[in-house]
């Protein structure tokens, strides 16, 4: 799960340098169900209370149930994406 925000700077580089990415892509589809909660957004602060997301970028992995199994915060490029997916 990934909080952000449209009028987040680092965000937006994560969508064009990470995001964009085959590689991270494929990694992505082949491990998650990924999720973009914009802060914004009717309905999102259901989700932003229960992670206590207080900034953008955020990167949540979790379990099935929500659980919370690791997560980053603030902007982090392709490298730190796939190590944090790969520790899952």
Not at 17 to 31: C, H, K, L, S, Y
Request: with cysteine.
């Amino acid at each position: 799960m990934i909080f952000t925000a449209v009028w987040c700077v680092p965000c937006r580089i994560m969508k064009r340098q990470v995001f964009a990415d085959p590689e991270v892509m494929t990694e992505v589809n082949r491990r998650v169900v990924p999720v973009m909660v914009y802060v914004g957004d009717p309905g999102a602060d259901e989700a932003i209370e229960r992670y206590h997301v207080k900034s953008t970028p955020i990167t949540i992995l979790t379990d099935p149930q929500g659980l919370v199994l690791d997560h980053a915060v603030g902007g982090i490029d392709k490298s730190e994406f796939l190590e944090l997916l790969e520790n899952r």
